[in-house]
């Protein structure tokens, strides 16, 4: 689905990322992205994930994030783990100044049954949707395609608001009623990258990768 070189871009939330290592090229190493965070950016909303290991750090700026309830900014040259099922956000506070994050993505250990390479088709479908307009000021899905993106990438990502408790209920009477609808949680318009550039070799050597 991408390769290195290849662009994802949020126009909604400020993210644009330049794959370094993607579902096409990583071989058995995690997938690996160079993370433009524009001045306020944030990711879609608070969340963990059920089965993956994600891991930030941050190459120039700062990179504000809460992890397990714990608020820090990381600088250059710092790094942050996020194990499986712990809660955490990420933002950009500053109003000027871009942050530059390397983020990492792979399966936990003994979790084989899980394909990594979901977590870019969800973001895929996020991107995608943000940027034809179909979403809110900060990049939330209508309630009922939501739902049925929340629904299959539930072994991906589950957000904590409404409650995981709260959600599964809910999502088990909205889910269903939006495919009915015509709601697809996998649109191939949106899954694919939106263009391809040459990362710079100073980039790729951060990452461990060669150009």
Same mark, same amino acid.
Request: hydrophobic share 40%.
């Given at each position: 689905?991408?390769?290195?070189?290849?662009?994802?871009? @949020?126009?909604?939330?400020?993210?644009?990322?330049?794959?370094?290592?993607?579902?096409?090229?990583?071989?058995?190493?995690?997938?690996?992205?160079?993370?433009?965070?524009?001045?306020? *950016? *944030?990711?879609?909303?608070?969340?963990?994930?059920?089965?993956?290991?994600?891991?930030?750090?941050?190459?120039?700026?700062?990179?504000?994030?809460?992890?397990?309830?714990?608020?820090?900014?990381?600088?250059?040259?710092?790094?942050?783990?996020?194990?499986?099922?712990?809660?955490?956000?990420?933002? @950009?506070?500053?109003?000027?100044?871009?942050?530059?994050?390397?983020?990492?993505?792979?399966?936990?250990?003994?979790?084989?049954?899980?394909?990594?390479?979901?977590?870019?088709?969800?973001?895929?479908?996020?991107?995608?949707?943000? @940027?034809?307009?179909?979403?809110?000021?900060?990049?939330?899905?209508?309630?009922?395609?939501?739902?049925?993106?929340?629904?299959?990438?539930?072994?991906?990502?589950?957000?904590? @608001?409404?409650?995981?408790?709260?959600?599964?209920?809910?999502?088990?009477?909205?889910?269903?009623?939006?495919?009915?609808?015509?709601?697809?949680?996998?649109?191939?318009?949106?899954?694919?990258?939106?263009?391809?550039?040459?990362?710079?070799?100073?980039?790729?050597?951060?990452?461990?990768?060669?150009?």
């Amino acid at each position: 689905m991408s390769r290195c070189g290849d662009i994802y871009e @949020n126009r909604v939330t400020g993210e644009y990322a330049i794959v370094l290592r993607g579902s096409d090229d990583r071989g058995g190493g995690p997938g690996i992205a160079h993370l433009t965070a524009r001045p306020g *950016a *944030a990711v879609v909303g608070e969340h963990f994930h059920p089965f993956m290991i994600e891991k930030f750090t941050v190459l120039e700026g700062t990179l504000d994030t809460r992890i397990a309830g714990r608020t820090m900014a990381l600088k250059a040259g710092e790094s942050v783990l996020v194990e499986p099922g712990v809660v955490h956000d990420w933002w @950009n506070s500053s109003k000027t100044d871009e942050a530059y994050v390397l983020v990492e993505v792979d399966a936990a250990p003994g979790a084989a049954h899980i394909d990594p390479n979901r977590f870019e088709m969800l973001i895929g479908m996020l991107f995608g949707l943000a @940027n034809d307009g179909k979403v809110d000021r900060k990049g939330r899905p209508g309630l009922l395609q939501g739902a049925v993106i929340a629904s299959e990438f539930a072994d991906v990502i589950v957000f904590t @608001n409404p409650p995981p408790a709260v959600q599964k209920i809910a999502l088990g009477i909205l889910a269903p009623l939006g495919r009915r609808l015509g709601y697809r949680a996998i649109d191939p318009r949106y899954v694919k990258p939106h263009g391809h550039v040459t990362p710079p070799a100073e980039i790729l050597a951060a990452a461990g990768l060669s150009g």
